[in-house]
């Protein structure tokens, strides 16, 4: 799967160079240096940069205000594998390594497809921010909100939400060879989701990954802080 190295290693040198500190002050930027490079489970560096830089940009720009976790789901990888990580951006660990299923539209083992739009029933990339739980048809469910203008900014009235399914789990990959899908939303195991949804609610941030050229040469929170 292709990485795009160049853009990664712009981002990488674009946050080193940038003082950092984990405060909620314009000039707060989270950076890989701050994390045990042993402890950030299986993770690949370029995204977690990338997941990084979105974050430091919501902080500063006040899209995101203090927020304690980082989750990043990298959907160029299969369902098949763990692919979902919540970082704590205080204490600077990693808290979960779990299995994420992506939407119906989006493709079987592998998400290919993804969109803003209601009805496709794919999954979105970007940077959303997490707020309030409710408990719905999925059980316990963690309402998200886009930031990424026009790619995942639908995600409230399209009902994009975390939530736990019984599709999600290492038995049903033994069984199918993938996980189950949902609508459009990153469901968890039901086993860990209201445990995980408690940890990161009420203003977390989440990054969806997928090496999709354009979302990443226009995002905001990739480039700068676009305005």
Same mark, same amino acid.
């Given at each position: 799967?292709?990485?795009?190295?160049?853009?990664?290693a712009a981002l990488v040198a674009a946050t080193l160079l940038v003082p950092h500190a984990l405060d909620?002050?314009?000039?707060?930027?989270?950076?890989?240096?701050?994390?045990?490079?042993?402890?950030?489970?299986?993770?690949?560096?370029?995204?977690?940069?990338?997941?990084?830089?979105?974050?430091?940009?919501?902080?500063?720009?006040?899209?995101?205000?203090?927020?304690?976790?980082?989750?990043?789901?990298?959907?160029?990888?299969?369902?098949?594998?763990?692919?979902?990580?919540?970082?704590?951006?205080?204490?600077?660990?990693?808290?979960?390594?779990?299995?994420?299923?992506?939407?119906?539209?989006?493709?079987?083992?592998?998400?290919?497809?993804?969109?803003?739009?209601?009805?496709?029933?794919?999954?979105?990339?970007?940077?959303?921010?997490?707020r309030d739980t409710y408990v719905g048809k999925n059980g316990y469910s963690l !309402?998200?909100? #886009?930031?990424?203008?026009?790619?995942?900014?639908? /995600? =409230? @009235?399209?009902?994009?939400?975390?939530? &736990?399914?019984?599709?999600?789990?290492?038995?049903?990959?033994?069984?199918?060879?993938?996980?189950? !899908?949902?609508? #459009?939303?990153?469901?968890?195991?039901?086993?860990? /989701? =209201? @445990?995980?949804?408690?940890?990161?609610? &009420?203003?977390?941030?989440?990054?969806?990954?997928?090496?999709?050229?354009?979302?990443?040469?226009?995002?905001?929170?990739?480039?700068?802080?676009?305005?």
């Amino acid at each position: 799967m292709l990485r795009l190295p160049i853009v990664a290693a712009a981002l990488v040198a674009a946050t080193l160079l940038v003082p950092h500190a984990l405060d909620a002050s314009a000039s707060v930027t989270f950076a890989r240096a701050d994390f045990d490079p042993t402890a950030i489970g299986g993770i690949e560096t370029d995204v977690f940069e990338m997941a990084l830089t979105a974050a430091s940009c919501a902080a500063r720009t006040g899209d995101a205000k203090n927020p304690e976790t980082l989750t990043v789901i990298d959907y160029s990888k299969p369902s098949s594998e763990r692919r979902l990580w919540v970082f704590d951006l205080k204490a600077r660990e990693l808290v979960y390594q779990e299995l994420v299923a992506h939407g119906q539209g989006s493709g079987a083992n592998m998400a290919t497809d993804f969109s803003n739009e209601a009805e496709t029933h794919r999954t979105s990339l970007g940077l959303f921010v997490t707020r309030d739980t409710y408990v719905g048809k999925n059980g316990y469910s963690l !309402r998200l909100d #886009g930031l990424d203008r026009g790619v995942n900014d639908r /995600a =409230r @009235e399209r009902a994009i939400v975390m939530h &736990g399914a019984p599709y999600v789990s290492e038995s049903f990959v033994k069984a199918n060879g993938r996980l189950g !899908r949902s609508w #459009g939303c990153p469901a968890v195991s039901a086993a860990v /989701a =209201r @445990e995980m949804i408690d940890r990161v609610k &009420g203003g977390g941030l989440v990054f969806a990954y997928y090496p999709d050229a354009e979302w990443i040469r226009t995002s905001k929170y990739l480039g700068g802080c676009r305005t």
